[in-house]
Every structure is written in structure tokens, then in C-alpha cells.
């Protein structure tokens, strides 16, 4: 694999995709479909084609559920922790190479109500019960929220992850029933760790600017081991 900042040169484009589904998608984003207007422009395939590192491990969420569809429904939940990349400055807060928790919940009747709870119940179990909800944007989910708690040390509320329920226009061209929800999130794996190991340097944690004499003498991350 040959990589230019995040485009992939060798191969540079996906080999096969499936056409039904790329035509669904096509007309959605031009011409909308199942309560959304579209974006009333061109989608044009040679972009769809490039393949590029992942930005978000949302593309990962977003193929097993197309994958989902493809038989009769049932409810199903699933995880992952996996790196992301960025074409982004890397500064205290930001690295371009990072890790995301992310996770995908599919059911009848789930409410945003039901993802907030989640959320809550997966911080306060790590020892982060103050959080802040923020309404946000996300071309893939409506409503959708960006998650804050608060750095102590930085003296600021930090953005630790990005949330929401998956827009009919996205589940209904892969075939999903209308009436099943579905909540998702993606969030940072290092930001909280900040938070919970009062680090105020990101770099400290990840990536070339790691002291190797630390990551040896620190014993490992058991949270949560004790109780279970
Ligand atoms: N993909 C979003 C996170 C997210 C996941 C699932 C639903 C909504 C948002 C991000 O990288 O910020």
C-alpha cells in the first residue's frame, strides 16, 4: 500500500462495489428520498472510487449494517476500537493518527433518549459522570450530539466524542425496515484518558513523542478490573 497524505496512491481506487446499492445511494444524495431534500448536486463516482485511510471508524459501523440488511431484522449491537486518520495540525489536543470506541445499537423503538443513557451509564462506569451534550451536525445522523467532559488541568471542557441516530436516507437504501432506530457514537480513546490520567499533552500518549522509559515503568490500565 502506497500512502499520500491520507489518499491512497497503489490502489488508488476500490475495485468493486455493489452497483444496486452505489445507484440507491446516487439518488439519494442528488435527489433525496425518505424525508431528506438531497444535496441537489452531481455525486460523482470517481470520488466515491478513492480509496483513502479511514477517517472515522463510522465507515466500519456503516458496512455492517449494510450487511445487516441483507436478511430479515434483528436487533444487534456492535463495537470497535480501531485507528483513525486525519489531515489535521496535531497541537496538546490533536493528533492526526488516533483511536475511536465506536459503537452501533439497532433496534425498533430505540429513542435519543436511549443513546444518552448509554453514554452516561459507559462514562460514570470509568469514573466521568459530568458530561455535556452540545447539538451538532453530522451528515450520516439527526439528531446528532458532540460529547464534553471536563479537563481539570487545561482548565476546559474537551470534546471526547461525537454521537447520534443514523438518518433514514443513509439506512433505508441499504434495505433497513422503516421503523428500525438506530443510536451510534464515535469517540476518542485518548482525550479521556487525559481526563482520567491528567495528562495535558495528547502526544504524551500516542504516536512518536511517547517516552519509551514511561510506557515501561507505568503498570498496566486496570479500570473497572477489580469489580468484575
Ligand atoms: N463519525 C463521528 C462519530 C459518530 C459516530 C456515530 C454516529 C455519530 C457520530 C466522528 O468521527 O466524529
Avoid at 452531481?42 to 483513502?52: S, V
Avoid at 447539538?135 to 450530539?145: H, W
Wanted: hydrophobic share 35%; with cysteine.
Amino acid at each position: 500500500m502506497v500512502i499520500c497524505e491520507y489518499l491512497i496512491v497503489a490502489p488508488s481506487t476500490t475495485r468493486e462495489l455493489p452497483e444496486d446499492y452505489v445507484a440507491r445511494v446516487k439518488q439519494v444524495h442528488e435527489s433525496g428520498g425518505f424525508g431528506s431534500r438531497g444535496y441537489n448536486c452531481e455525486w460523482k463516482r470517481e470520488e466515491a472510487n478513492k480509496n483513502l485511510l479511514r477517517t472515522h471508524t463510522t465507515a466500519v459501523s456503516s458496512r455492517m449494517l449494510y450487511e445487516l440488511a441483507k436478511g430479515p431484522f434483528t436487533p444487534k449491537k456492535y463495537y470497535s476500537i480501531d485507528r483513525v486518520f486525519r489531515n489535521e495540525a496535531v497541537d496538546k489536543t490533536h493528533l492526526a493518527e488516533f483511536h475511536q470506541i465506536e459503537g452501533v445499537v439497532c433496534d425498533r423503538g430505540l429513542t435519543l433518549g436511549d443513546l444518552i443513557g448509554v453514554l452516561q451509564e459507559f462514562f460514570s462506569r470509568l469514573g466521568m459522570s459530568e458530561l455535556r451534550f452540545k447539538p451538532a451536525y453530522n451528515p450520516y445522523t439527526e439528531p446528532s450530539m458532540e460529547i464534553f467532559s471536563y479537563h481539570a488541568g487545561l482548565e476546559k471542557w474537551v470534546e471526547i466524542g461525537n454521537s447520534g441516530m443514523f438518518r433514514p436516507e443513509m439506512l433505508r437504501p441499504m434495505g433497513l425496515p422503516e421503523d428500525v432506530r438506530v443510536i451510534a457514537w464515535g469517540l476518542s480513546l485518548e482525550r479521556p484518558t487525559m481526563i482520567l490520567y491528567e495528562c495535558d499533552n495528547i502526544r504524551e500518549l500516542f504516536g512518536h513523542k511517547v517516552d519509551l522509559k514511561k510506557v515501561k515503568e507505568n503498570p498496566l490500565c486496570r479500570i473497572g478490573i477489580e469489580s468484575i
